[in-house]
């Protein structure tokens, strides 16, 4: 039992309840700490149950009552199917505080970096570093930064740039300001330093121009153009104006004379160089043709030479050639037969490797797309034992962030002893469950054969009873002796039932003394007396 | 025909597709060159990825002419590895169906046996006698096919139906020996097209500017480049954005021409050309009229034209041709576009005087 307990009291401090190191079992525990251990339970499972409870024992009687009864309240309602109420609390038993207090640690929801819902590996790792990193400097109250420390600096980090770097920026935006102010501005005569006057003619020669004198490229060239413009306008025009209508009329018509001039040579020039053009083409046409017709009049004149040279003996020679025809045809198409017998085989081999050759390559072509395959499980496999290894690195870092002092294998170790035993006891229960079966069965057939004993006895007493005294008495006895067994076995049954009953009556009485009555006894009595006391001065005050 | 018939047949070649997928140059006689090769794989619908058979294909590279009749193999014992095979023919001349049927009977022969040596038999007797023997009935006489039939096999009146009076931009195009290209997807429909484009001109009688089968390929544009004037076959739409290859451009899917702003000026059309145009549309809609009466009176048109220009030439010192006098055509007063036209024509009939 005390394993359970220390597992218990080990839950119940991350749930908040300072249970001093020297408490080991669930009998060390005060009223106050079960208290206080239930209201955190509480809290923590469900918060708008535990709220309106107060962790600590009240030093009033009746409001501890009052504390204790809301919070066998709070316990029902959140669903513990036992016995509870303000005894429970304020007078507890061991054996009703620890099932309380399991009921209320298994109800408490499991601490995320526990449960092992969160996802492993780096991520994992980083989110809970920030998480930690965060909740530290929550936990820090704020402190302007003249007054930190340097571990506060350090946590602290202001968003303001430093001054100095402030006030050189600030230096450089009043000088770039400044710069095209003074440009424009008349240079300030020496004297008071804000001379009205002045400051007026300083503002005027921005304002008059309208803007500050910025020229783009633009406007800068066309003003130059327009001087240029001009000046040249002047110094034709310096010529004088005296004659110059009738000098102009006839230049005009100069001028247009040469215009149509020239437009008729470009014209006729035009109808040359297309001239030219078609002449050119006609001249390309007629050497294609020209060559062409050379080449075949060569052949023809080569072959009219030929015949020629022939003609003399023209019948003779047209039998000869003729011959000549059939035999060189004749050999030809033998010479065909002979490169076939060739040809044929060459061809068929060169289909056959080729055949090979293509059935080769689709092999090659579907071993490689087999090796690629190949590869790539490697590589997925190589990528998923490197992901293996990180997640043994992360869960063996954990391993070590874990604290030291919770064995847990002990505990695993303990409770698989537990499960053992249990498991032990088991089989024992069920050896002995399966004796009481086969001694029912005993019994059973016991019965079974005694009643059928009796029916064949009684029967054949019965036959003869009606004629034989003897036998009419026999038969009574008989009947006396069923009636009496019957009644002796229906006894022991009896007995036995009771001592049944017996034996749960003393396990209760048991019980009962184990949870302590004199000691709870004497509190309640001295509750009982301080709660009079309390009502006493309570009914005093309003007399007063 | 008094004079004899002159060697046309230049090659013949074979070009397999096998069950490997390749397709390949297998065999030919007599050799042919590595660039003629390419082009001939390429031609071939063997090569082509979206894998459409053109049963027979016809074009012109540097002034020879080939033909190839593709062939589908099915459960032919003699050529067990090959699922299809294309024959080609080289020649000098211009004559879609006298190859076509000197190929088909080729491909049946090589079907039956397997072997080009057969094939080798019917070809050198067609070389050197212009006959040879079908496999199954009759046999292929190199003379039945005339030159002149070819000329005369396409539909003159289909082009009109479809372009309209739109016909005598082609026509003047012609004329004047200007680049024109033609574009659309099936490469049957351009040959069909562009075999019939000639005959506007009957006069020249001349199908050498015939390229109905053009890659927008290096070595084919140059050889397109090099001629003067030309019309040209692409089932690339990729040339529309070619300006240098064309002076007119027919979109053939879409029945729409477009003149290039280059030759705007020297195509400009007045009212000689609206006279062609309606004579074209009307002899074309004439359900009386066959194709060669309608190429006949376009023709005639032509001459008379031609006449006209004839009629302001003189022979000039010493030279046998006679050139066009810009004097006296000018002194003629004939509407600027007629003037313009009639200028460029004798450029083009090499009548200007240089």
């Known amino acids: ?544 | 025909m008094a004079e004899p018939e002159p060697q046309l047949l230049l090659a013949v070649g074979l070009i397999e597709k096998d069950t490997n997928g390749d397709a390949l140059w297998v065999w030919c006689y007599p050799s042919v060159t590595a660039e003629l090769r390419s082009l001939l794989l390429r031609k071939c619908c063997l090569t082509d990825e979206n894998k459409l058979l053109h049963t027979f294909v016809f074009g012109q590279y540097k002034r020879s002419w080939f033909y190839i009749t593709t062939v589908e193999v099915q459960d032919s014992p003699a050529l067990k590895k090959v699922t299809h095979f294309s024959i080609v023919l080289m020649a000098k001349d211009f004559n879609p169906e006298k190859y076509a049927a000197f190929t088909r009977i080729l491909c049946r022969i090589y079907l039956k046996h397997g072997s080009p040596v057969k094939m080798m038999e019917s070809y050198i007797a067609v070389l050197t006698k212009g006959i040879c023997q079908s496999e199954e009935n009759g046999s292929f006489l190199s003379k039945d096919f005339d030159a002149r039939k070819a000329y005369l096999a396409g539909s003159i009146k289909d082009i009109v139906s479809q372009f309209g009076m739109e016909t005598v931009i082609l026509y003047t195009a012609l004329m004047l020996k200007k680049r024109i290209v033609v574009y659309h997807p099936r490469i049957e429909a351009i040959q069909e097209f562009t075999r019939t484009l000639p005959a506007l001109v009957w006069h020249r009688q001349d199908w050498s500017i015939l390229h109905s089968y053009v890659h927008l390929n290096e070595e084919e544009v140059e050889a397109l480049k090099a001629c003067t004037g030309y019309i040209a076959g692409f089932t690339d739409s990729e040339v529309n954005s070619r300006p240098d290859l064309y002076d007119v451009y027919v979109n053939l899917a879409d029945s729409e021409i477009t003149v290039s702003p280059l030759v705007k000026e020297a195509m400009t059309m007045g009212k000689l050309h609206k006279e062609i145009g309606q004579l074209i549309v009307q002899s074309a809609e004439d359900p009386e009229k066959s194709d060669s009466q309608v190429i006949k009176e376009i023709s005639l048109k032509t001459k008379e034209i031609l006449a006209t220009l004839a009629s302001l030439t003189e022979a000039s010192d010493g030279n046998e041709k006679p050139t066009l006098n810009s004097e006296a055509l000018k002194q003629k007063r004939f509407p600027p576009a007629t003037e313009n036209f009639l200028f460029h024509l004798a450029a083009a009939e090499q009548m200007l005087k240089i």
Request: net charge positive; glycine share 8%.
């Open chain 1, 1 to 544: 039992m005390e394993e359970v307990d220390r597992i218990l009291i080990h839950s119940l401090r991350p749930a908040g309840t300072a249970v001093p190191p020297e408490v080991q079992s669930v009998r060390d525990l005060t009223p106050e700490l079960v208290v206080e251990a239930s209201v955190r339970c509480l809290r923590a499972v469900n918060p708008t149950l535990g709220a309106p409870l107060s962790p600590l024992l009240p030093p009033g009687i009746s409001a501890r009552f009052r504390l204790a009864s809301d919070l066998a309240a709070a316990c029902q309602e959140l669903g513990f199917g036992g016995d509870v109420g303000y005894q429970t609390f304020l007078y507890s038993s061991e054996h009703d505080t620890r099932r309380l207090l399991l009921f209320l640690v298994e109800k408490l929801p499991r601490d995320e970096s526990e449960s092992g819902a969160e996802p492993p590996g780096k991520s994992g790792a980083l989110l809970r570093a920030i998480g930690t990193r965060i909740r530290e400097q929550l936990g820090v109250p704020w402190v302007p930064p003249l007054c930190r420390t340097p571990l506060l600096q350090r946590l602290q980090v202001s968003g303001a740039p430093p001054p100095e770097y402030v006030g050189r920026k600030r230096l450089r935006a009043r000088l770039r300001a400044l710069e095209p102010l003074r440009q424009a501005c008349p240079p300030r005569p020496p004297g008071p330093p804000l001379d009205p006057a002045w400051l007026q003619e300083a503002f005027g020669a921005g304002g008059g121009r309208g803007a500050l004198p910025k020229g783009s490229r633009f406007t800068h060239t066309q003003h130059l153009t327009h001087e240029q413009v001009r000046g040249w306008t002047w110094g034709a025009g310096g010529g004088g104006f005296g004659d110059t209508g009738a000098r102009q009329a006839s230049e005009e018509a100069a001028l247009e004379q040469a215009l149509a001039q020239l437009d008729a040579a470009i014209e006729s020039c035009r109808g040359e160089m297309r001239d030219a053009q078609l002449s050119l083409t006609q001249v390309e046409a007629e050497v294609q043709q020209g060559r062409l017709a050379l080449g075949g009049r060569e052949d023809a004149l080569r072959l009219k030479h030929q015949a020629i040279e022939l003609l003399p003996d023209a019948q003779s020679n047209m039998a000869k050639l003729q011959l000549v025809v059939e035999a060189s045809g004749r050999r030809i198409v033998s010479l065909a037969g002979q490169w076939e017998r060739h040809r044929g085989p060459l061809l068929t081999q060169y289909r056959h490797l080729r055949a090979l050759r293509d059935s080769a390559q689709l092999e090659s072509s579907r071993r490689l797309s087999e090796l690629r395959v190949l590869h790539e499980r490697s590589r997925s496999a190589a990528a998923e034992a490197q992901r293996k290894e990180e997640l043994y690195k992360t869960l063996v870092a954990e391993l070590e962030a874990l604290p030291r002092d919770v064995s847990r294998a002990i505990y695993t170790q303990r409770i698989l002893e537990i499960v053992g035993n249990i498991r032990k006891q088991k089989e024992e229960i069920s050896k002995i469950l399966v004796d009481t079966r086969a001694l029912q069965k005993e019994i059973n057939s016991l019965v079974g054969k005694l009643e059928r004993t009796f029916s064949v006895t009684d029967e054949l007493l019965f036959k003869d009873a009606k004629r034989d005294e003897v036998v009419r008495k026999a038969y009574k006895y008989l009947a006396a002796l069923h009636e009496n067994c019957a009644q002796l076995i229906r006894t022991i049954e009896d007995t036995g039932t009771i001592q049944r009953e017996i034996r749960d009556l003393e396990e209760q009485i048991e019980a009962e003394t184990s949870s302590k009555p004199p000691a709870s006894l004497e509190r309640i009595l001295s509750d009982c007396r301080a709660l009079r006391e309390e009502n006493a001065a309570l009914a005093a005050r309003p007399r007063r």
